[in-house]
């Protein structure tokens, strides 16, 4: 079965504070690895489609790459505004759902 | 920035009562889901619609569930028989291209009495 499992939970910077979030998958014929923003009593907001290892994708302070095994999520000098939780999910062959982690909640202060 | 809307933002039912959760799907997009997040929980795939019927389930979306696509433009999710367990948030998504994207509403908090 697909596993997404995303490390770690929570993760506390101060601004301008560069950092990792890691999100580690287990699927069968991977058919795209996605990044969601996630804020309090909202829907996740897309942000990037990773389809194939060796990929990057990048949008303002955030980078998001991937290997056949985990992908990253690079946050360069992060500002209070990119506090959220940050969402991973894959999508496997033969499926149209998407497999969410648990996710990593970031608190950047300023 | 086109959006996919939910109604209503909040819907507090009795236990065993139905209920209709409501969704408009951003409008040139062609695949349609749901999904649920219960409290502190990851969000989970219930069922995705394509071209008028469901095309794939999770084993959630048993027979108190059904989805449909009145018109052109709305996409509802109705719970016939709630329970206690069916409290959750629940997400529209849709996406145009398969495997595209998919672009989330901001829910609906079923809270079930």
């Known amino acids: 079965e697909d596993q997404v499992t995303q490390s770690p939970e929570a993760l506390r910077l101060q601004e301008g504070e560069s950092s990792s979030l890691n999100c580690s998958y287990t699927?069968?014929?991977?058919?795209?690895l996605f990044w969601y923003r996630q804020d309090p009593g909202k829907g996740p907001e897309f942000l990037f489609t990773l389809y194939s290892a060796g990929e990057e994708k990048e949008k303002e302070r955030l980078k998001a790459t991937l290997t056949k095994k985990e992908s990253f999520l690079h946050i360069t000098a992060p500002k209070p505004e990119d506090s959220a939780t940050y969402l991973c999910?894959?999508?496997?062959?033969?499926?149209?759902?998407?497999?969410f982690g648990t996710g990593t909640r970031l608190l950047v202060s300023p | 920035e086109p959006e996919v809307t939910q109604t209503p933002s909040h819907q507090v039912t009795q236990m065993g009562q139905e209920v209709i959760l409501r969704c408009v799907p951003i409008s040139n997009h062609l695949y349609f889901y749901w999904y649920r997040q219960i409290l502190g929980q990851k969000v989970e795939f219930l069922v995705s619609f394509y071209n008028n019927e469901i095309s794939e389930k999770s084993e959630i979306f048993d027979d108190q569930f059904s989805v449909e696509r009145p018109d052109g433009s709305n996409f509802t999710l109705k719970i016939r028989s709630t329970k206690l367990e069916d409290s959750a948030m629940y997400f529209c998504?849709?996406?145009?291209?398969?495997?595209?994207?998919?672009?989330f509403g901001d829910g609906t908090r079923l809270s079930i009495l």
């Open positions: 999910a894959s999508r496997g062959t033969g499926f149209q759902k998407l497999v």
């Open positions: 699927v069968s014929g991977l058919r795209g």
């Open positions: 998504a849709s996406s145009s291209t398969d495997p595209g994207p998919q672009h």
